[in-house]
């Protein structure tokens, strides 16, 4: 089993989200985040004062799902969350060891 976290624009959730039903994937655990890469800061006024946004608004998706499906879900999230400018996020995938339902004790890719 893996772990995806992404990264995306907040906007583009939806999308993401629809998607990922379209291929049959559910579950999904969603966070607001903040953060920053090469998109850095941004400069705005807010009743006549300039002032600099440090950290971007970005959402974070987390999905565990079966080794098979990592690639067809990180295609899915590519795909959707793309806008073809800088900050559309970042994919990260991780091994899981176990995976426990609590209200059934059932575990591994059943849990899921």
């Known amino acids: 089993m893996k772990k995806i976290e ?55 998706i987390e999905i565990v799902l079966e080794d098979d499906k990592v690639e067809s879900a990180i295609d899915t999230i590519c795909t959707a969350a793309n806008t073809g400018r800088i900050g559309d996020g970042k994919i990260f995938v991780f091994p899981v060891e176990q995976v426990v339902r609590i209200r059934t004790g059932e575990r591994g890719s059943k849990a899921i």
Not at 9 to 17: A, H, Q, S, T
Not at 28 to 42: A, C, D, L, M, P
């Open 6 to 60: 992404a990264i995306i624009k907040p906007f583009k959730l939806d999308d993401v989200k629809e998607a990922l039903q379209a291929i049959g994937l559910t579950g999904i655990t969603v966070t607001e985040v903040k953060g920053f890469g090469q998109q850095q800061s941004s400069a705005d006024a807010y009743k006549g004062a300039d002032y600099v946004i440090d950290f971007m608004p970005k959402v974070k």
